[in-house]
């Protein structure tokens, strides 16, 4: 008789402690703590680098365009017969009769990123190169091609992240261009002059103004990679590479006091550009590739809203500790011009799952809206809607009932915000999840959402459509009976959740239940 009491109590204290214990229904797992990131400042020191070899260059600043300061002339705007045409006669203080010479130039278009190839009225003998620029800001474009005239065999490409040019030109002349677009920032661009440097080019070379006169600075390699950038040679080195579906940046030389600022490629959309992915806390070498979009990071529904734009990352980063930022714009043509909300947009990172993460507001400009997100991993981002949904007029059918019977509920859900998207609107009582239903709303619409639930014991209820909340009593039956027994009620997607009566209850129940029936059998025996 004894133990069997011994044993009662100790079933009845371990069903309490665990009826304690558990967590209530629905509460979700702390989201980890994130580093907020401020972007870096941004610098006005370039520097070029090549197989471990770097050096400080200035910009030429003419006070006018790139396309004045390279003063590109064809045959019929030379002036004179004995001059030859389809030349640059601005940059003659630069030209190397048989090199190709690069430059930054500073003006009212802003900053620009330049080639030349021979000396117009030299007496080298021509040549052919082609040069890939890869890590280019988004905006950046043919300013200057000289020369692209019909029938000429010149090219210039240009590609998400990327561009190229191609040139032929004869003794006397030059061939070249110029860059313009997004180069106000930090950036580095490395240029490849291995894809085709031929006959003719004997050196390569960065100019460097500031001056008051031209320097030069010799590349060690003619087909080796280099890299132009903003910074100083104390700084990370970058180099950037084409891969299939976007660029990989190769890093050396990070510090985790030092950001590094690269230039993602792959993502964009018609209003979303993805700016900048700055990496904070990485200490010496690492690899990061932007590319398009793959199943990890779809273009379709990210927690329930519209994405406008994804951008798909590989890294090497995970045993660093590195978190970051990424930096895009969101073209104002998406927002409605009358309503505009400073966190209508939010970028989501995957890490396992979606996930919002802390989004600002940076500016504005002309046509676009920029914004700044802290990251906390590089593997997949998403650009999407910030679901603003209000909840309002919370009706019941009947607030006093009697047990096992049902009412109606219903709800008015409006979107607020600016882009259209879907939203779960759980039913709750007492706290605890019984129903949802799920509404496609557009921007400034709203939606009717409609809910049965039926009540199995008497007592006062708290009926909630997120925080609309109503009351309603279940009384009992005068005649004994309780209705169906049917105790759940709804029929949405939490539809066998027992109102008041939660898993914790019936596991204490059945738990007093069982000791009761044991002591009996030992009373017995």
């Known amino acids: 008789m004894r133990i069997g009491r011994a044993l009662l109590a100790a079933l009845l204290v371990a069903s309490l402690v665990a009826a304690v214990a558990q967590p209530p229904p629905g509460t979700a797992d702390e989201e980890p703590r994130r580093t907020a990131v401020a972007d870096h400042h941004e610098t006005a020191s370039y520097v070029v680098e090549q197989n471990g070899v770097c050096r400080p260059i200035e910009p030429f600043d003419s006070g006018g365009t790139v396309a004045s300061f390279y003063d590109y002339r064809s045959n019929a705007t030379t002036g004179l017969a004995s001059q030859p045409g389809r030349s640059s006669y601005g940059t003659e203080s630069l030209q190397s009769a048989n090199g190709s010479v690069l430059f930054l130039h500073e003006g009212s278009d802003g900053l620009s990123l330049g080639v030349v190839h021979g000396r117009v009225n030299g007496s080298g003998d021509g040549g052919r190169a082609t040069m890939e620029f890869v890590g280019l800001p988004a905006d950046a474009e043919w300013a200057v091609r000289d020369d692209a005239a019909t029938r000429r065999s010149d090219s210039f490409t240009t590609g998400d992240g990327w561009a190229s040019g191609s040139w032929s030109w004869r003794d006397g002349h030059t061939d070249g261009g110029a860059l313009n677009g997004g180069f106000n920032g930090r950036f580095a661009v490395t240029v490849d002059p291995g894809v085709g440097l031929d006959r003719g080019v004997e050196s390569l070379a960065v100019a460097s103004g500031g001056g008051p006169s031209a320097t030069s600075t010799t590349l060690p390699s003619l087909d080796a990679p280099f890299t132009i950038r903003t910074g100083t040679c104390d700084g990370a080195s970058v180099r950037y590479d084409r891969t299939a579906d976007g660029i990989e940046a190769s890093v050396e030389g990070a510090r985790a006091d030092h950001p590094v600022a ?113 990251v906390s991993s590089f593997s997949a981002v998403a650009v999407a809607a910030q679901r603003s949904f209000d909840v309002t007029d919370v009706t019941l059918s009947e607030t006093r009932i009697r047990e096992g019977e049902t009412i109606d509920v219903t709800a008015t859900v409006e979107n607020t915000g600016q882009f259209a998207g879907e939203y779960r609107v759980p039913l709750t009582v007492f706290g605890e999840h019984v129903d949802a239903r799920t509404v496609s709303i557009a921007p400034g619409e709203n939606r009717t959402v409609e809910y049965e639930q039926q009540f199995a014991a008497p007592g006062d209820y708290t009926v909630e459509v997120r925080d609309e909340r109503a009351a309603v009593t279940v009384e009992a039956r005068s005649d004994g009976a309780t209705g169906e027994p049917d105790t759940g009620g709804g029929s949405g997607d939490d539809a066998d959740a027992l109102p008041g009566f939660g898993l914790t209850t019936v596991v204490v129940t059945l738990s007093v239940l069982v000791a009761v029936a044991v002591v009996r059998r030992r009373d017995e025996v």
């Not at 273009?299 to 809203?305: H, I, Q, T």
């Not at 995957?350 to 802390?358: F, K, L």
């Open 262 to 374: 690269l230039q993602p490629a792959g993502g964009a959309s018609d209003n979303v550009t993805f700016e900048r992915v700055t990496v904070v806390g990485a200490n010496g070498s690492f690899a990061l590739g932007f590319g398009q979009s793959d199943t990890g990071a779809p273009l379709g529904n990210v927690d329930g809203a519209d994405s406008l734009a994804a951008l798909s990352m590989t890294d090497d980063l995970t045993e660093n500790g590195a978190n970051g930022t990424v930096t895009f714009s969101v073209g104002k043509d998406a927002f409605d011009p009358n309503a505009r909300d400073d966190n209508a947009v939010v970028l989501y990172e995957r890490v396992g799952e979606w996930r919002p993460t802390a989004t600002e507001l940076l500016g504005e400009t002309a046509d676009a809206y920029r914004f700044r997100a802290n």
